[in-house]
């Protein structure tokens, strides 16, 4: 079974908090979102394998390590996703980024999937779907399973806020993936918000209402 991993760290916590915060307005979202992104990618990819190599310095040989197999693919769903991209590729920018559009029917709240754009080989990358809410589940269960028809072994899951009840439809739909948190919410309301969450993430990321 995948796990759920809540990332406590401070900084993390603190930007989030800043995040939640309904008077910060766009451009200090975009831009904490982007940092919670980055800090949450530099925590999970503490487990990506290395190795060897020698490098030559200015004054000799190093014996060294350098990341193994293919870079990595980063995968947003859209639009809220697309926020946390530039702060993973500041680390990482070498990362395939991939594509998948998805909207929630405010009527079902279910799923729509209107693109999908994806890197070649995912069978050999590490994959991380990222999106900002882990609301209802549907989204991330759909854009885990776009990515595992497209060859994606074992993706990993990065959201900020979550609620107890996506989590149990990632883990009853896609048992093998590990799902990285900044927190876990209480619950969601009746019009699949989390409360408190932070609102629209993608509304607050693009200025849009
Ligand atoms: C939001 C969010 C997730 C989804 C989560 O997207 O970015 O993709 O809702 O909800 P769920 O867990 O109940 O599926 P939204 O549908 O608002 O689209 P947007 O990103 O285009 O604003
Ligand atoms: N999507 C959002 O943007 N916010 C929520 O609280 C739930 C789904």
Same mark, same amino acid.
């Given at each position: 079974m995948g796990q759920v991993h809540v990332l406590d760290h401070p900084l993390i916590q603190h930007k989030l908090t800043l995040i939640r915060d309904?008077?910060?307005?766009t451009k200090e979202f975009r831009a904490l979102v982007q940092e919670v992104a980055m800090l949450m990618v530099y925590e999970i990819t503490r487990d990506l394998p290395l190795q060897e190599v020698t490098v030559e310095t200015p004054v000799g040989v190093a014996s060294a390590k350098v990341i193994a197999g293919k870079t990595l693919a980063i995968v947003p769903v859209l639009r809220a996703g697309l926020g946390m991209v530039e702060g993973i590729l500041n680390l990482i920018p070498g990362a395939k980024v991939g594509h998948i559009g998805l909207y929630r029917d $405010?009527?079902?709240?279910m799923p729509v999937e209107y693109y999908c754009k994806l890197p070649a080989h995912l069978e050999e990358r590490d994959v991380y779907v990222v999106d900002p809410m882990l609301a209802t589940g549907g989204s991330a269960v759909a854009a885990l399973r776009a990515v595992k028809e497209r060859g994606a072994q074992r993706p990993k899951l990065m959201c900020l806020v979550g609620v107890p009840e996506g989590i149990r439809a990632v883990q009853e739909h896609h048992p093998d993936v590990d799902i990285y948190l900044a927190a876990v919410d209480d619950h969601l309301n009746d019009?699949?918000?989390?409360? $408190?969450?932070?609102?629209d993430a993608g509304d607050r990321l693009f200025g849009t209402k």
């Open positions: 309904k008077n910060t307005g $405010p009527e079902t709240l019009h699949g918000y989390i409360v $408190p969450g932070l609102g």
